[in-house]
């Protein structure tokens, strides 16, 4: 009998997984673009287009990749801590109303080199807080993370939506095109032809480095992993699960408000109701399609961004829906779900 | 073609007529059952090795046999709820197939499970009703309250199941049993957690069972129980059938057949005693577990080995729990230590608990041998692939694990697993509370694991052990307590008490010390 | 004022009817145990092959058809690879919420603000006439009758009939149920179908009937998640999640009757109120869970159900 050592899954192993999923999810889209008469390949080559054609595609491509980076970072200590994040759309929003917030201080303007950086710290504050409420909700109360994280976004959309059509609503007439765009000064500036500030490239990144650091070389990563994989025995460690829980999202909360927060100072310089665009629930696509490891989310991250940013070109060029690129990301997904089912039940039979 | 006459159709119809109504009032009349060569394997584990039985119409028969002998198993096999690896099993004579639980249902073999397989948030009647072929709860509910009459048991079709004891719940499940038709009848351990009047109107609804022909299987490891119900009884030892008798039953034999005594050993080796108090419970009760605790009260000392005797569920694994503080008491304290070095952060990490499901509470599947040890020791801040890989290679030499630093705890054998939980008893510890510490062990690593924790004792420290091996709390325990239904029935040196006494405590013969 | 009250309350009748038949569908699902994740993509699907396959045909009954096998299919994919392959049902139903979601947008885009068949209001004869209750109840679209026989008819098989029983253990106990001689596995996929088949039929009643026609968005986007909800709520008992249904609907109404009362209010507060509401109610019920104690949580304690023990749990048989 082969021991099972922690490094289980050795290189052919993992390229025969990803070769199953990609050619399962794939496959089952290809065959409904064939139903519809549509070519696979035009769509794949126009998708590839839109995302990497020229610098700004590219650099819009990422300008998405930044959050989706962002938010599956975050999802990798809920997850890890054995929870279901769906509250992370509302940490999102909440993120972004803290760093408007912030920025809509009169001192704001004034003294610009300072606020940004503040701003960047409200958003990924209230991210945390956001996020914490779920848990003590899920401690205290009993209420399971996935009902409390959904009852706190439409609570977060609610209060995102009062904002703008109410105290911060654009001077005479308020719509669902957001608040006043933020004085020059306080954006996240960008090079010229870049659509994504370097700067949040450079945090989002360092946050995923970070979270991987954590999860993988801390003493708090091997806790939150004994706690996730089995909270009754962590106790024997002197672990205390509820507080690691607490913490994990706490930790994932705040990165998603900073996600919010960065799209707010580095892509739309407002507050519009639809801030999040779903990127949260990207990442819980993206994370658990990477198997709830890091290794795997940045390229995954980036094949769902140039999925995203590629789609948009497909109504102007095939008179193809978008959403084409939410179909290949669930299949994929699903996929993933099915050859991982098939395997463990071929291991125990 | 002629037509058969009009008389010779009647004639016939009541013939068919009384044939449908025997066949549905005693489908099999006399029913006799016969396991013939039964093994089963779970993976590499031999659960069952060639058990041969034959089980009489009319009569209780009773299987003996310690925790983990296979008495369990081998009924599940009875009952088509877990397949067998080989062998067949006979039921009047004819050889059956038993697929699902459903085959054994419809041919009359229905089982009382040790945890009652009911439905806690459905009523009294809808439990009764599960699974029937027919739904009609007012006939129903007239059944339920005929066979309750004739029981003497006492049940509201419409309470709640949850609010009912274990032993109202099992006589539910009897009585329902009864009206599907169930002619070979089968009980795990029927008498754990109910009361004694409980326990009265279960043995007479037995006996009644038997005079009407049925068949009775009682698992126990009760003798009291065996003595006032069987006609006869298999003792099984290790997954086999180690030896028959019929009333009236030589008891040593049974005991001796069932824990297969050795010649006496010298007790424990004496130990430097202190008389510092390590552990003190006064008057702690619990409701946890299926006996929970009843005002327990015992004083435990430096240098003091305990082993804590006693059948599944009276009581040693809530006391262990909250020795280690891992329930709380409901009423009485609790005291660890001595009140001068009693600092709640310090005495946390001077006591460590091993419970007897490792890989469930004790270790955590998915990680590795380097990563438990790490988190049992002082986890530094930042971890490399190399922190603690030292460490981890010199305990696996140590403790002599087969595996490397990465195997997966849940890629340990039954014995690795042990030796990987010894090896996470941080040095400082002082109260070692262990849930049958040798549980799945060959003997040698039952032996080693003994060495290595007497060895590791401190002086100025306690162990306390629960076990259902007798030997094994003779061997290395310099004092018992006997739990009987949540009480300690018998407190006493090792060495100032013998086998027979501690076994009979153990099925509640002794009267409560005071 | 009181003219329109029976007016507005058979306006909370109709547009909860789909809501009846999505959040009963989920309560039969939980009830054998399983947890459908997928409802919000779900109703949007059945919804998009609803409206196509009734403007295809030029008939709305055909559309019905469609939107529940529609519904099953995704539910037999859940059962699949959840209770069959053993992945974790919440992963699953995740995954196929959104996958379902942007399935009906892109296969539907073609078809989006276009005109097809409706349901339209069929007054009973005698009944309708009836002062206030009339209107209330018996001037409405099938579909809404529908909902109303529902109700009952969920609740009489749930609590009254044998398979109701068997449902309702294999929530409870797969083992129990093993033993007894009942297949949970398979008893667990015939319910998920099931409830699937009565998402689906959510999902046409909008398209159909409440919020006719298909585009992007459809206006039931959400639905999905305040039915699982809504299921929470009611206690896992079919007549007080259907009351959760109609207290969400009569929300929804109050927030249109609201806004022309508080003008200075803007209108997407009102749309987006009930749902935080709800969930707010089912965080109070909860939370009463716990303080048993005081008086005044028990009446609300008394409110809340206790799930099926083995919901979301996978049964290995042997």
């Not at chain 1, 390229?15 to 035009?42: E, K, M, N, Q, Y």
């Not at chain 1, 807080?129 to 205290?140: D, E, P, S, V, Y």
């Not at chain 1, 939150?224 to 690691?244: D, H, Q």
Request: glycine letters at 10%; one cysteine or more; proline letters at 5%.
């Amino acid at each position: 009998m082969l021991m099972k050592t922690i490094q289980q899954h050795d290189l052919t192993h993992l390229v025969i997984r990803f070769f199953c999923i990609t050619g399962l999810g794939f496959g089952a889209v290809c065959l409904l673009l064939f139903t519809l008469h549509l070519s696979p390949i035009t769509i794949a080559k126009s998708m590839g287009s839109g995302a990497l054609s020229n610098w700004i595609r590219i650099s819009h491509m990422l300008s998405i990749w930044t959050p989706l980076l962002l938010c599956s970072s975050g999802l990798l200590f809920t997850f890890r801590a054995g929870l279901w994040n769906i509250g992370i759309e509302g940490q999102m929003i909440i993120g972004a109303i803290c760093t408007t917030a912030v920025l809509r201080l009169p001192q704001a303007e004034n003294s610009h080199a300072l606020f940004p950086a503040l701003a960047m710290a409200a958003g990924l504050c209230g991210g945390g807080i956001w996020g914490m409420c779920a848990g003590i909700l899920k401690n205290r109360g009993g209420v399971n993370e996935i009902f409390g994280g959904l009852g706190l976004n439409f609570v977060a959309q609610g209060i995102i939506l009062w904002l703008i059509f109410g105290p911060w609503k654009r001077a005479g007439i308020a719509s669902m095109s957001g608040t006043n765009l933020l004085p020059h000064a306080l954006w996240l500036t960008s090079p010229a032809g870049w659509r994504v500030a370097p700067v949040a490239l450079v945090l989002s990144c360092l946050a995923f480095l970070l979270t991987a650091l954590l999860l993988g070389n801390t003493r708090f990563g091997l806790r939150l992993t004994a706690v996730g994989k089995n909270s009754k025995a962590s106790r024997l460690f002197g672990i205390k699960p509820e507080l690691i829980g607490l913490t994990a999202m706490m930790l994932g909360g705040g990165l998603a408000g900073l996600a919010g927060g960065l799209q707010v100072t580095g892509v739309y310089h407002r507050l519009i109701p639809a801030i999040s665009s779903g990127y949260g629930y990207l990442g819980l696509l993206i994370v658990m399609l990477a198997g709830y490891r890091a290794a795997a989310i940045p390229c995954i991250a980036l094949f769902f961004a140039c999925l995203a940013a590629g789609s948009i070109q497909l109504p102007i060029m095939l008179q193809i829906d978008s959403s084409l690129s939410g179909v290949i990301q669930g299949a994929c997904v699903l996929s993933a779900l099915l050859v991982h089912g098939f395997q463990t039940k071929r291991r125990n039979t | 073609m002629t037509l058969p006459a009009p008389d010779y159709c009647i004639s016939l119809f009541f013939l068919f007529l009384q044939v449908q109504l025997f066949s549905r009032n005693d489908p099999f009349p006399f029913t006799m059952i016969e396991l013939i060569d039964i093994h089963k394997y779970f993976g590499d584990v031999k659960a069952l090795t060639g058990v041969s039985l034959q089980v009489n119409p009319g009569s209780i028969h009773g299987i003996v046999g310690e925790n983990g002998a296979g008495k369990t198993t081998l009924m599940k096999v009875l009952t088509g709820y877990i397949h067998r690896t080989s062998g067949s099993i006979l039921l009047n004579n004819e050889e059956i197939t038993l697929h699902t639980p459903m085959d054994a249902i419809q041919l009359g073999i229905g089982m009382l499970y040790q945890e009652p397989l009911d439905f806690l948030q459905l009523s009294v009647l809808d439990n009764f009703m599960a699974g029937n072929e027919r739904f009609s709860p007012e006939t129903m509910s007239r059944i339920l309250e005929k066979l309750s009459k004739r029981f003497g048991f006492e049940m509201q079709p419409d309470t709640p199941l949850h609010l009912l004891t274990v032993g109202e719940r099992q006589q539910l499940e009897l009585m329902r049993l009864i009206h599907v038709g169930t002619r070979v009848l089968i009980l795990d351990e029927p008498t754990t957690g109910i009361s004694d009047e409980q326990q009265e109107l279960l043995f007479s609804a037995l006996r009644s069972l038997r005079d009407e022909g049925c068949a009775i299987i009682l698992v126990s490891h009760k003798l009291d129980e065996v003595d006032a119900l069987c006609d006869q009884v298999s003792i099984m030892r290790k997954g086999t059938i180690v030896g028959h008798q019929q009333q009236p039953f030589n008891r040593n034999a049974i005991l001796q057949a069932m824990f297969d005594t050795l010649p006496q050993k010298e007790t424990a080796p004496a130990r430097h005693q202190g008389n510092k108090e390590i552990l003190k419970f006064t008057h702690v009760c619990s409701s946890n577990g299926r006996s929970g605790l009843d005002r327990i009260s015992v004083t435990i000392t430096q240098g003091e080995v305990i082993g804590l005797a006693g059948l599944d569920g009276s009581g040693q694994t809530v006391f262990l729990r909250i020795a280690g503080k891992l329930l709380e008491p409901e009423s009485g304290t609790l005291q660890r230590f001595a009140a001068e070095d009693n600092e709640s952060d310090s005495t946390d990490s001077q006591t460590v608990f091993l419970p007897a499901d490792r890989l469930n509470e004790g270790l955590i599947p998915g990680m590795s041998i380097r990563e438990h040890l790490l988190l049992a020791d002082e986890t530094p801040l930042v971890i490399f692939p190399e922190t603690g890989r030292q460490k981890a290679k010199q305990a696996i030499d140590k403790f002599s694990i087969i595996g490397t630093p990465d195997t997966a705890a849940d890629g340990l054998s039954g014995g690795n697993q042990q030796r990987l939980l010894l090896a996470l008893i941080p040095t400082q510890a002082r109260l070692i509370l262990m849930e049958n510490p040798t549980r799945g062990l060959d003997v040698q690593s039952g032996n080693w694991t003994w060495q290595h924790l007497l060895d590791q004792m401190p002086d100025n420290g306690a162990m306390i052990f629960a076990s259902p091996d007798l030997e094994e709390i003779l061997d290395h325990a310099s004092r018992v307590l006997v739990f009987f239904d949540g009480k300690i029935l018998l407190d006493s040196a090792t060495s100032d008490t013998d086998f027979d006494e501690i076994s009979q405590a153990i099925t509640g013969r002794i009267k409560a010390c005071s | 004022m009181d003219v329109s009250v029976s007016v507005l309350a058979a306006g909370v009748a109709a547009t909860s009817a789909p809501l009846i038949f999505a959040a009963l569908g989920e309560t039969l699902t939980e009830k054998a145990g399983v947890i459908n994740l997928s409802l919000d993509g779900a109703i949007l699907l059945s919804a998009m092959t609803g409206f196509v396959t009734a403007k295809a045909t030029g008939s709305v009954w055909p559309g019905f058809a469609a939107a529940a096998v529609t519904g099953m299919t995704v539910a037999f994919v859940l059962s699949g690879i959840g209770i069959w392959l053993g992945q974790s049902q919440v992963a699953v139903g995740f995954a196929l919420t959104f996958l379902c979601r942007d399935l009906a947008y892109f296969l539907g885009s073609p078809y989006s603000r276009t005109p097809g068949p409706q349901l339209l209001a069929v007054p009973i004869p005698v009944l309708a006439d009836l002062p206030f209750i009339g209107p209330i109840l018996f001037n409405h679209s099938q579909i809404v009758y529908a909902s109303f026989a529902l109700i009952p008819l969920l609740w009489y098989f749930m609590f009254n009939s044998r398979q109701g029983l068997i449902l309702r253990s294999v929530g409870e106990n797969p083992e129990g149920c093993w033993a007894r001689g009942i297949p949970p596995k398979r008893t667990q996929t015939i319910y998920t179908a099931l409830g699937g088949a009565l998402i689906g039929l959510a999902g046409a009643a909008y398209s159909l009937a409440v919020k006719p026609g298909w585009g992007r968005p459809q206006g039931c986007e959400g639905i999905g998640w305040i039915a699982l909800a809504l299921v929470i709520f009611g206690g896992w008992h079919p007549l007080r999640v259907a009351l959760g249904a109609y207290i969400f609907g009569m929300l929804q109404i109050a927030g249109i009757l609201f806004q022309e009362i508080f003008p200075a209010i803007p209108s997407q507060i009102f749309q987006v109120a009930p749902f935080p509401l709800m969930i707010f109610a089912l965080v109070i019920i909860h939370l009463s869970r716990n303080k048993k104690d005081t008086t005044g949580f028990r009446i609300i304690a008394l409110l809340s159900g206790t799930p099926p023990m083995a919901l979301g749990k996978t049964h290995e048989q042997e």
